[in-house]
């Protein structure tokens, strides 16, 4: 009999895990419930990240086609079923406004970010530089350090173009410092050295020309992009 009762001894005092889930039941059944719920929302959400981003893609090609759609003047022979803009500031107007919808509508995916960088090239390109402005400073604020640095660039091509050097400046100082893969410290170095060129500041631009030139180069000493742009700017010379 004692071997008896040893032999059909409650499995739950051996097992402290199933002696909690017997006389916590309706606890355990929670637990597990909740934790196919929260399964069921990360691989739902995924999905319809995955099929809202496929979505934006296809978007976002549809506005780059009307962006990279030709010119062509109004007394010029076109074949037919063939869309064409008489400028680039229509087929700016045209464009922007197609990229600002996929960035309202896909704000949160990767096509819907670039679209809104885009918004603010095509403002610039249809001369509306308050617009610009504010659109690129939203996207140069972005997590994203390499579509940042693409929107610091064109901010800084308007303040060119708006008379605000000091600013341009500052910006390419800020991108020389940064090492986005879309605009190299190098490459950002050399943008500020044509700023000072253009306002005649020859020295200025020597000197950042001939620094980059003796950095930009690989592990084997071969001059990277920047480091050739700036051998040319200098003449050439080694």
């Given at each position: 009999m004692a071997n008896d009762r040893l032999n059909h001894s409650d499995p739950l005092q051996n097992n402290p895990g199933l002696e909690w889930a017997s006389h916590n039941r309706s606890k355990a059944i929670g637990m597990i419930a909740a934790a196919v719920v929260l399964l069921i929302v990360v691989v739902g959400g995924y999905a319809i990240y995955s099929h809202r981003t496929d979505a934006a893609r296809t978007a976002f090609g549809e506005a780059m086609q009307t962006y990279?759609?030709?010119l062509a003047n109004p007394a010029q022979p076109v074949p037919p079923g063939m869309t064409t803009f008489p400028d680039p500031?229509?087929?700016a107007k045209a464009?922007?406004?197609e990229f600002l919808a996929v960035a309202d509508k896909y704000s949160m995916t990767?096509?819907?970010k670039l679209a809104l960088y885009f918004a603010g090239l095509t403002y610039m390109e249809a001369g509306e530089n308050a617009s610009a402005e504010t659109t690129l400073k939203d996207v140069a604020g972005?997590?994203?350090?390499d579509l940042s640095a693409l929107a610091k660039v064109s901010l800084a091509q308007l303040y060119q173009q708006t008379g605000r050097d000091a600013d341009a400046i500052s910006l390419y100082n800020e991108l020389a410092k940064?090492?986005?893969?879309?605009?190299t410290p190098g490459m950002a170095q050399i943008q500020l050295a044509e700023l000072y060129e253009s306002e005649g500041?020859?020295?200025e631009a020597n000197k950042i020309y001939a620094q980059v030139k003796d950095s930009d180069k690989d592990a084997k000493g071969n001059p990277g992009a920047?480091?050739?742009?700036a051998t040319q700017k200098l003449g050439g010379k080694k």
């Open positions: 990279q759609t030709p500031k229509a087929r464009a922007n406004a990767k096509p819907g972005s997590w994203n350090s940064d090492h986005a893969s879309t605009v500041k020859t020295s920047a480091g050739e742009i």
